[in-house]
Nanobody, 115 residues
Framework: QVQLVESGGGLVQPGGSLRLSCVAS????????MNWFSQAPGNVREWVAG????????NYAGSVKGRFTISRDYAKNTLYLQMDKLKPEDTAVYYC????????WGLGTQVTVSS
């Protein structure tokens, strides 16, 4: 059974940091490109960052470039999103996404940036 389980969300003040994790199971993590998406209330789900199967290529949405870092640990089958210099507009549910022979989604973790 394929599972993507996100964790690490929470409430943080503007300018603060969080690290999201996504533990993958039930498929070959090393053969999947991985992504993070976000969805704010009333908005569509948006792509935030992606990392290639090898981990050698990363890409970011313009709104997070220079503030967020995506990475993956093959030994732990885990995807990460380091979020620094957080802004109130980063408030959203963050979802882990895997693209292998098919596409998988996690259930999301809430990130709230507020003073």
């Amino acid at each position: 059974q394929v599972q993507l389980v996100e964790s690490g969300g929470g409430l943080v003040q503007p300018g603060g940091s969080l690290r999201l994790s996504c533990v993958a199971s039930g498929f070959d993590f090393s053969t999947a490109a991985m992504n993070w998406f976000s969805q704010a209330p009333g908005n569509v789900r948006e792509w935030v960052a992606g990392i290639s199967m090898s981990g050698g290529v990363t890409n970011y949405a313009g709104s997070v470039k220079g503030r967020f870092t995506i990475s993956r640990d093959y030994a732990k089958n885990t995807l990460y999103l380091q979020m620094d210099k957080l802004k109130p507009e980063d408030t959203a549910v963050y979802y882990c996404n895997a693209v292998a022979m098919t596409e998988y989604w996690g259930l999301g973790t809430q990130v709230t940036v507020s003073s």
